[in-house]
């Protein structure tokens, strides 16, 4: 480690990669759109796999449409891997996954100029669609839903065409499947999207791992009924119930040991005129925690709450799930080399979960797994307004680098 | 009052004229939907003054377009007036309105038919759009707004072209203008529209005056934020906030002496995504009560919470006023001559505020006023499941026709 921690990144070819994708999809508001799958991600892909190459990669791409550059090891050898995504939303910036993958191969290229070759082969990994289906990242983890439906992709988008595009292949996607016997350890460096780091101000996040999510539909049936002639303890009303709701929520999360989150985003009231008692009211919960058994008991919790408020409210209250994801713990060891390179480098960290989901949720459930935050500026993310400062793009990527390294040992 | 308490009306006719009316504008689905100024409007008017005139009426349309059908008097005094309104909501039922105009008719027909004749004039009046402008009721009262804008014509329509429709004319609408030398005093039996007479088990509602309202539109300004990565300490949840509003109108209400109401009907969320912190909502707070002091305080209330909500929830909240009607009090001797002819007739009565508006409101600002309410099934109105039984219907109409033998003696 002494010999090596001399080296670091060259940060300004990383910064002028990232100006230079930036450009692609970039809209007359300053928003980035490069939605996976269009002309703006074959043409960002195409850039990409040219920089992989220059910096010592063979580049290929798998069934799931993932771009793979690989730079090979002394041994054979299970291969260490990072990577990202840089599909965008659609008015998203120019940092969201592009860092990772852009820092990954810069580590490479790093490497690369200093003829340096690790024990494990290095993988790079741009993973397909993560801002929508995900399914670069799930093909990869063997978790591709069959069915269309469950896969969320882009309204009118074909799964099997939009593969082909990136020179995937729905009919063999059960071969882009990897395991811990191909992968030992996957790191993923990342923009934070939240404001935590910004707020403890810190350099870098050690992230603990990447918080389940558990999202449902409660849809809420009192009665309409005229707001002049219905007297107040005769009404049914569907808005009250709800806003009961929306205030017990937040009082689960804050009632729960760690900072789990929980929120009601979408509410839509029936029939949502000033003169009638409101009727119906549809609302979404999502809730999100690093622990398993936070998400349960906030559920058990919410479950009590619903049955409470439609006694009290003299209304039916129904639920019905959307989303139930696990969470994925970030591997200890992994965590621990990323803290003890901070240490190393004289960078400040804070361990904390990443509250949003990454390609590295899925790689979690295959194999060792670990994230590098750094700071998102007043925690703005999907949007043209994201921003990550050089300096901490560039500590982001010696972090990986050095990371890289110690994985490389600890592995071996 | 002795020689006079065996007469009643013929209940039949007054049934069948109400079924009658029914079949324009009679959806497939059983709601009526006879607006005003369309072709159903005019073919019900045509009908209803086809009727005056069998009673014995001399028939006139006003500038406002208001049909005034007036059966003569013994003496030259200020009439008496009754009557209410034949068109109806999109989805409306048979008896909101049609009801009041076709009762009034038969009272003058019963007199008509058993040779008598009161000191006073007795006109029925069909009032102008009181579903949506209430134009009639308005002009009559010299209150029509002299912008179009405000006058909350349906859309689509122009005022000078609709009134034109029904006779009426907007360049002389001055000239509809009465006072309480034209009109001793006017009552309208209407059903209640609500479901307190049905709770109390009474047969007539004795109408102590129309609530007046105060309508606002709340604008609440958080900060929208990732659902996952913003700290529940760290949001500025608009909908937090909101739930908090709707919570503390119902508590605003329920503090109150008397039984005021109170109304959040409409509520909208941006950017109302599952996964993202609610960053605006737009309500509206609907309340309304019997005396003006009520509403008042209830506002000041009102005012007080909404500051106390957003210094609490770190939101800017601005209310901005919709409507602001003042109450219309019924008339104490109005009143009491309804209860008396209840207690003559040996029905049921029940002293109770109008929460609904009628054009009986507006008449009430111009000379003495009286409403008589009898019992809507289960509450429901403005649907085509709305009904009142023949019996309560035919009690109704005999109240109405006492009120005004009682009336004629009391203005003599």
Known sequence: MAVLSALSVNGDRLMGWIDRLAKIGRLANGDICRLAFTAEDVQARYLVQQWMMEAGMTVRTDAGGNIIGTYAGLREAPALATGSHIDTVPSGGAYDGV?????????????????????????????????????????????????PTEL??????????????????WDTIGTAQRTHDHIAAFVELHVEQGAVLEHVGKAVGVVQGIVGMRRSKITILGQANHAGTTPMDLRQDALVAAAQVVLAVREIALGMPGSPVATVGSLTVLPNAANIVPGTVDLTVDMRD?????????????????????????TQISSEPLLNVA???????????????????????????????????????????????????????????????????????????????RLDEIYS
Chains 1, 2 share one sequence.
Request: net charge negative; hydrophobic share 40%.
């Open 152 to 169: 969320k992709l882009r309204e009118g988008l074909a799964i099997e065409s939009s593969l082909e595009t990136l020179g995937g292949n």
């Open 290 to 314: 690093l622990s398993q058994a936070c998400i349960d008991t906030m559920q058990e919790r919410l479950e009590r709450e619903l049955r409470a408020i439609a006694t009290a409210t003299d």
């Open 327 to 405: 969470p994925s713990p970030a591997t200890p060891q992994v965590q621990a080399a990323i803290t003890q390179v901070c240490q190393h480098l004289g960078l400040s960290h804070y361990e904390m979960p990443s509250r949003a989901g990454h390609d590295a949720m899925e790689m979690g459930y295959i194999t060792d797994m670990g994230m590098i935050f750094v700071p998102s500026q007043s925690g703005l993310s999907h949007s043209g307004h994201e921003y990550t400062a050089p300096k901490q793009c560039i500590q982001g990527a010696n972090v990986l680098l050095h990371t890289i390294f």
């Open 99 to 147: 860092l990772g993958v852009l820092a990954g191969i810069e580590v490479v290229r790093t490497l690369h100029e200093n003829h340096l070759r690790l024990q494990h082969p290095l993988e790079v990994i741009v993973f397909t669609d993560e801002e929508s289906s995900m399914v670069g990242a799930r093909s990869m983890a063997g978790v591709v839903p069959r069915s």
